[in-house]
């Protein structure tokens, strides 16, 4: 499938939010001595869940010698990421989209206009050509810009609601709802995906991008659940939740206030992730003749263009914008989540790589002298 | 082309694989599909356009079996061809006569006929399988309701109930005729896949699997060995990969559809053939009585589309200019002229007529609103056109009438649905407007295509499903007008009962004809000769029309 | 052992959950097969109403069934592995047409993953054990390639390498003139060749994912003070990467690996249909543009069972790999 390669992130992450997910609760100490070793709040990403599982045990015992107290609540400021050359450069090339395609469709004119002048190459009134009908390429490439970038936009916030009451409510709350919150999500995540959007949205009449959008965010929550509820798992059993609880404030709050700040940056980074997949998938299923009717998106316009015999006639301005746009856009959000994920885990940062070095150092050398024996 | 093609593949496809290929790289190129490879044999390759890896079928009374069965390897009686409307072909009958009533049907078989087993196929044969038609209701689909018996070894005589001139066709035209010897032994004949049929025609099943299979020449054929040894029939996922591939040169005849044919295959001994047939047109749910709803019952509106449709330029953007124009009567323009009428002889004028559009609406009590649409009674003149996802060259052509009959007062709104809705949507009456097209009969007759689309028998209240009058469209005096001609075989009759359909049908106008639709069959011409051409139609061309592609492929040539 | 139960007892019922929700899915598809089968038909020869009837008398026969009659049918089907016939390749069963279909997907799309996988995660794994280095900084730009559609990417060097270069074939599974499906070596020789352009796009699209990930489990791993210590004792640098740091931090590689097989059969609707490729992907595809129940089904079955299985075996396998987990369960 089309997104299948942004599906193989998904899967990296879901594997590794399993492979914590599989670690039953009772283990729960060891978590917290890990976790607890760590300088910037939350953890989150799968990787780091994940690196419980392939840490040996000799880890367990330094961090246990070296332990940090707790930070309560995090700074706001550690949760935005440091602007690197690379977070500006994707932060800029989004930005670049996003203007043209609001500001687009309002100064370009009807893209589904019919001239008498197909296939002309670039240039002159029309700078990215026609099309096969004599409609302006870039006229529809601005309203398939907004489009897109809406079904992006949409999927994610319904992906990331839908992912947040399966993986975050039912991992803290527990007991039988967590499992049967656990076993929905797996059972969802089972199911093929492609095929059940194909499915749901030919049953529905009129298929507008709204409805796509719905079924997409459908089929594509349950990775990222997966990855919330182990890392809510981890969180839940951390000192200043357990305090909280114990003090008797209220589950929600606890919730809103303690659980959450700490999940922003993985929220964020599952947000970015499901943009992507949502835009290749409409894509995909656009190629495949399934996509929204009507309504121009990258995809129904690569659709069109391969119908059109594109290639073979070599109408490329009329198939190679689209799918450049695709990539561009895919490549940004990429940026911006790598710069999310050093937030996360801050080893990850190139930077700091002398200084970590330096720190283990230093570490090794001390807790050698606390008479661990190497 | 194809050698020199090949070579050059073999050439590059050797460096790029190196070493873990080297294997393939040898083999791959060495067998050149077509006319004068090292064996000396002559394969003709053929993609029919059906998308999707093949199934084992051939059963030729199941819809669904592979396209080659039904005129490749089991042969009718007579062949009719559709595109000259000639007398039919003798194929396993030699000639056939009716009685004075059209009740009585009696066939002299052609001698000498043997199943590629080598039996003998005789008169018995014809009687067994229109009795297995009449056993099974399932393989009745031309609604044969006569009974045949053996006169001789060389005669049957079918008996009808009511005139059946013109039904007849379907019988003699439309059956295959199978072997007693084997169908009798078949338990289950409506589920059997037939994997080793056995037949009569130019070439039998020489091997099979899902992505291609090969028919080779029936060396006791009766009309004698057809000149080309082997048919390879290939799967492939539609027109784009189809063209890629016979710009490779490893196709040899294909019915697909792409735009500019020409300047694609420039260069190549490719050549095509283009043969519109069927009749493309808006479909109307034309009849309030029958439960349709809309601006489009009122026969006006009708005309008006009809009259602001500019079909020059939606032939030029939508349809490559490929199709045809249309009688307003629905008949093939040539093909049918002695059935037209002479005040419709005229095709449906390329360029539109705005103002008789307008005089059209005005005439019948509309008026301009404020937003420059017609309106009555508070009802706008906005229609919903349903259409096909990913029928690219219908959308297109509805976005251009779209912006044409905004001109007129009139707005077009497409409406994009799965090909399942379309369908579904089409037989319950659930739609205003519909693009699509309207089909030819078994022969070059006309009647086929009235019975079809305008009798009142075929049609259901909306909500019902209905048979193919998909616009609800009843008028007695055209179902008596179509029941006549159907029974007579006096040209002059018929004719004058044609004229009677034709003067209530076009001022009707439930179906709103816009062109015939192009149909292309594309055809390597390097070796291979003999293709059907625009000049010498001695079948229809395109590889996946029954019965015309037995006739096609026992017809062309190896070149030199 | 509680372990293992408490995993087998969790398949069996998401099994049955998808089970269910597959058989009710198709049915609430719109449309009804007749009516498509005589639409289609029509476009290629004549199509009376006595051969509508005919065709619902062949095919409209389940659909008469309650539904709960049908439910029962389907699971009773699944555990005698007949899962009916198919209406889009009439009267061929659906058993027969998964099975045509399955080793092409399985074999060429499989190979693709994998290749994908040994290649992100080499790759991976160097560009984190010298992170900063030129193979580090590239890691961005592998992963635009996962933004491309893969579509538009297959679909640009089918055009680029085949149809312009004819280095590769066009479409098909195999060349017909060279041998036919059997396991003699023409054969082997010749489906290699023609499976080698969609495995390369797979690759292509699908390493930086798996290299991405690889290489933040390296950065993390190496930041662990068992690695410092296996330093410290002067283990020479190559047995540190591999014995060391890899072999954990390709764990989770490993498990999302094996979930991604299970998407293979699903994935590959895309691939062949821009490669004309024979496969479970394009069958499907056919299955639904058909209404054909039973054909989606069966192929909904063979996706389903892929995907479960490859999980179930992550999680033994991590059973075995990670003592804590057995120790806990």
Redesign the interface.
């Known amino acids: 499938?089309?997104?299948?390669?942004?599906?193989?992130?998904d899967?990296?992450?879901?594997?590794?939010g399993?492979?914590a997910a599989?670690?039953?609760t009772?283990?729960r100490t060891?978590k917290e001595i890990i976790f607890s070793d760590l300088e910037v709040p939350a953890t989150a990403?799968?990787?780091?869940a994940?690196?419980k599982?392939?840490?040996?045990p000799?880890?367990a015992t330094?961090a246990a010698v070296r332990t940090n107290p707790p930070k309560k609540a995090p700074r706001w400021r550690s949760v935005l990421p440091p602007m690197t050359p690379?977070l500006a450069t994707g932060l800029i090339l989004i930005a670049a989209i996003v203007l043209f395609g609001v500001l687009g469709p309002v100064f370009l004119g009807n893209p589904?206009?019919?001239r008498?002048i197909?296939r002309t190459p670039p240039g002159g009134e029309f700078l990215l050509g026609t099309t096969?009908?004599?409609q302006d390429v870039l006229a529809q490439l601005a309203h398939a810009t907004q489009g897109s970038l809406l079904i992006g936009l949409v999927v994610g916030v319904l992906a990331l609601i839908l992912s947040m009451i399966f993986g975050v409510i039912g991992s803290y709350v527990g007991g039988w709802l967590d499992e049967s919150f656990s076993?929905f999500t797996?059972?969802m995540?089972?199911?093929?995906?492609?095929?059940?959007v194909?499915?749901?949205s030919?049953?529905v009449?009129?298929?507008t991008i709204w409805v796509l959008a719905v079924v997409l965010a459908i089929t594509s929550w349950a990775a990222s659940a997966r990855v919330l509820r182990s890392v809510t798992l981890s969180l839940r059993s951390r000192d200043y939740v357990a305090a909280a609880r114990v003090s008797g404030e209220k589950s929600w709050r606890i919730i809103v206030v303690e659980i959450l700040p700490n999940l922003i940056p993985v929220l964020a980074s599952q947000f970015v992730l499901a943009i992507?997949a949502a835009i290749?998938a409409e894509?995909?299923l656009s190629?495949?003749?399934?996509?929204a009717?009507?309504t121009f998106t990258?995809?129904t316009m690569?659709?069109?263009a391969?119908?059109?015999?594109a290639?073979?006639?070599g109408t490329w301005w009329w198939?190679v914008p689209p799918?450049i746009l695709?990539?561009?856009?895919?490549?940004a959000?990429?940026?911006v989540n790598?710069a999310i994920?050093e937030v996360v885990?801050p080893?990850?940062r190139?930077t700091t790589?002398r200084k970590?070095k330096k720190r283990?150092?230093k570490?090794?050398h001390t807790?050698t002298e606390g008479g661990v024996p190497? | 082309m194809s050698h020199a093609m090949k070579r050059k593949r073999a050439t590059v496809a050797g460096v790029m694989l190196a070493s873990a290929l080297t294997l393939t790289a040898c083999t791959a190129p060495t067998g050149d599909a077509n006319g004068g490879d090292s064996s000396g044999k002559s394969e003709v390759v053929v993609y029919t356009g059906v998308t999707g890896d093949f199934a084992e079928n051939f059963n030729p009374f199941i819809e669904g079996n592979l396209q080659s069965t039904r005129g490749v390897i089991y042969e009718p009686l007579f062949f009719y061809n559709i595109t000259s409307g000639g007398d039919p072909e003798p194929l396993l009958g030699e000639s056939f006569e009716f009685n004075e009533a059209g009740t009585e049907l009696t066939i002299t078989m052609r001698d000498g006929v043997k199943w590629s087993d080598g039996e003998d196929l005789t008169a018995e044969d014809v009687v067994y399988t229109f009795e297995l038609i009449t056993e099974v209701p399932a393989f009745n689909t031309a609604g044969y309701d006569g009974q045949a018996e053996l006169v001789d070894e060389k005669t049957v005589k079918f008996t009808f109930p009511e005139p059946s001139f013109t039904d007849a066709v379907s019988y003699i035209g439309n059956t295959p005729i199978v072997p007693e010897h084997i169908w009798a032994e078949k338990t289950d004949p409506t589920t059997d896949q037939n994997a080793e049929p056995i037949g009569s025609g130019a070439f039998t099943l020489s091997e099979f699997n899902s992505q291609n299979y090969l028919l080779a020449a029936n060396e006791e054929y009766w009309g004698g060995r057809p000149e080309i040894d082997t048919v390879r029939y290939i799967s492939l996922t539609g027109n784009q990969s189809a063209t890629d591939t016979l710009l490779q040169g490893e196709i040899d005849l294909a019915g697909i559809f792409l735009p500019d044919v020409e300047g694609v295959f420039k260069g190549t001994p490719l050549e095509y053939t283009n043969t519109p047939l069927n009749q493309t047109s808006f479909f109307t749910c034309s009849d309030e009585a029958q439960g349709c709803t809309g601006p489009q019952t009122d026969v006006a509106v009708r005309t008006a589309i009809y009259n602001a449709l500019n079909r020059d330029q939606l032939n030029s953007l939508a349809f490559s200019s490929y199709n045809g124009q249309m009688s307003p009567t629905y008949g093939l323009l040539e093909r049918d002229e002695k059935w037209i009428a002479d005040e419709f002889s005229e095709p449906v004028p390329g360029t539109p007529n705005v103002d008789a559009a307008i005089e059209a609406l005005e005439g019948a009590g509309y008026a301009r609103g404020s937003d420059g649409i017609f309106a009555k009674d508070g009802e706008r003149v906005s229609l919903t056109v349903q259409v096909v996802t990913g029928w690219t060259d219908y959308i297109a052509a509805i976005d251009a009438s779209a912006e044409q009959l905004l001109e007129a007062g009139i707005e077009l709104k497409p409406a994009q649905v799965s090909f399942q809705e379309w369908t579904a949507n089409k037989s319950n009456g659930n739609f205003q407007l519909s693009l699509d097209s309207l089909g030819q009969g078994v022969a070059a007759d006309p009647y086929y295509l009235y019975m079809r689309y305008f009798h009142s028998d075929n049609t259901a209240p909306v909500g019902e499903t209905s048979g193919q009058n998909f616009a609800r469209y009843s008028n007695a005096t055209v179902d008596q007008a179509i029941d006549a001609a159907g029974s007579t075989l006096d040209e002059a009759v018929k004719a004058e009962q044609y004229a009677v359909v034709q003067a209530e049908i076009v001022r009707d106008m439930p179906y709103i004809p816009i062109l015939v639709n192009s149909a292309l069959t594309i055809y390597n011409t390097d070796n291979v000769q003999g293709w059907p051409t625009e000049d010498n139609l001695y079948a229809y061309p395109r590889p996946d029309r029954a019965w015309d592609n037995g006739i096609v492929l026992k017809t062309i040539k190896p070149a030199n | 052992m509680r372990y293992i139960a408490r995993k087998l007892g969790f398949y069996a019922v998401a099994l049955w959950g998808a089970l269910t929700v597959n058989f009710l899915l198709p049915r609430m598809l719109p449309g009804n097969p007749v009516d498509i089968l005589v639409a289609k038909l029509s476009a290629r020869g004549p199509v009376t109403d006595e051969l509508r009837d005919s065709l619902e008398l062949l095919l409209g026969g389940a659909p008469d069934q309650g539904i709960l009659e049908q439910y029962w049918v389907y699971l009773v089907g699944i555990f005698t592995g007949n899962l009916g016939i198919s209406i889009t390749y009439y009267p061929v069963p659906v058993v027969e047409i998964i099975g045509q279909a399955l080793p092409w997907t399985l074999v060429m799309i499989g190979i693709g993953t994998l290749l994908a996988f040994i290649v992100g995660v080499a790759l991976g794994m160097l560009a984190g054990w010298k992170r900063g280095s030129w193979l580090d900084n590239l890691v961005p730009v592998t992963t635009m390639f996962q933004a491309v559609p893969y579509f538009w990417l297959a679909l640009v060097l089918l055009y680029i390498l085949s149809v312009g270069l004819g280095a590769f074939p066009v479409s098909g599974g195999y060349n017909y003139n060279v041998a036919q499906p059997g396991f003699t070596w023409d054969f082997v020789g010749t489906a290699i060749y023609h499976g080698t352009l969609p495995a390369l796009t797979i690759v292509i699209s699908s390493f930086g994912g798996w290299l991405l990930g690889m290489r933040n489990m390296m950065v993390s791993t190496l930041s662990e003070d068992y690695i410092v210590t296996a330093e410290a004792k002067g283990l020479r640098p190559m047995r540190i990467m591999t014995a060391y740091a890899a072999r954990n931090a390709v764990l989770p590689s490993v498990a999302g690996f094996a979930i991604s097989l299970g998407f293979v059969v699903s994935g590959s609707i895309v691939t062949e249909q821009v490669f004309s490729y024979p496969g479970i992907g394009s069958t499907l595809l056919q299955a639904v543009n058909n209404s054909d129940y039973a054909l989606m089904q069966g192929l909904f079955l063979v996706i389903t069972l892929a995907v479960l299985g490859a999980n179930l075996i992550v999680d033994l396998l991590y059973g075995v790999i990670d003592p804590r987990t057995r120790a806990n369960g």
Do not use: C
């Not at chain 1, 499938?1 to 992130?9: C, G, I």
């Not at chain 1, 391969?306 to 015999?309: A, D, L």
């Open positions: 499938m089309a997104h299948e390669s942004s599906r193989t992130v899967d990296a992450e879901t594997a590794s399993d492979a599989t670690v039953p009772s283990g060891e990403s799968t990787n780091m994940l690196r599982n392939s840490a040996s000799l880890t330094f690379k589904r206009s019919i008498d197909g096969q009908t004599g076993l797996n059972i995540l089972v199911i093929p995906g492609l095929p059940l194909i499915v749901i030919s049953y009449e009129d298929k992507i290749l894509a995909g190629y495949l003749g399934l996509g009717s009507g990258w995809g690569l659709f069109q391969q119908n059109g015999f290639l073979t006639l198939f799918g695709i990539a561009v856009l895919g490549g959000l990429s940026l790598f994920d885990n080893k990850l190139t790589l970590d283990l150092k570490r090794l807790t190497v």
